[in-house]
C-alpha cells in the first residue's frame, strides 16, 4: 500500500476513488497533506470516500497524525491520515 499525497491541486473525487480501491484492496490507506489547503482536500476526499464505499456497506473513519517529511533537504511537517474502516472488512487481495 502506497502513501496518498495530496496537494492544493488535487482534484477530491480522483482521491476519494484512491483512497475507496486502496480500502477495496488492501483494508486501510494513508493519506498525506502538507499545507491547509492540501489538507482541506484531503478531508474533503476522504469525506466522498466515505459516500463511495457506503453503498458496499463500509463505513470509514481516520486518525490524522504528524509526520516529519523531507522536501528538496527541507525538512515539512505533514499531516498523515490513516484511514480505516469501522468494522472489520475483507479485503479483496489480488495475488499475481
Same mark, same amino acid.
Given at each position: 500500500m502506497d502513501t496518498l499525497k495530496v496537494s492544493s491541486a488535487s482534484s477530491p473525487g480522483a482521491v476519494a476513488g484512491a483512497i475507496a480501491n486502496s480500502i477495496r484492496e488492501f483494508g486501510e490507506a494513508e493519506v498525506q497533506a502538507i499545507?491547509? &489547503?492540501a489538507v482541506n482536500q484531503a478531508v474533503k476526499a476522504m469525506a466522498i /470516500? !466515505?459516500?463511495?464505499? /457506503?453503498? =458496499?456497506a463500509v463505513d470509514l473513519y481516520f486518525a490524522p497524525a504528524f509526520s516529519s @517529511?523531507?522536501? =528538496? $533537504? $527541507? $525538512? !515539512?511537517? /505533514?499531516?498523515?491520515? =490513516? @484511514? &480505516?474502516t469501522r468494522h472489520p472488512f475483507s479485503a479483496v487481495r489480488h495475488v499475481a
Open positions: 499545507g491547509p &489547503r /470516500a !466515505r459516500g463511495y464505499l /457506503a453503498t =458496499s @517529511v523531507s522536501i =528538496s $533537504e $527541507e $525538512e !515539512r511537517t /505533514a499531516i498523515l491520515f =490513516s @484511514v &480505516r
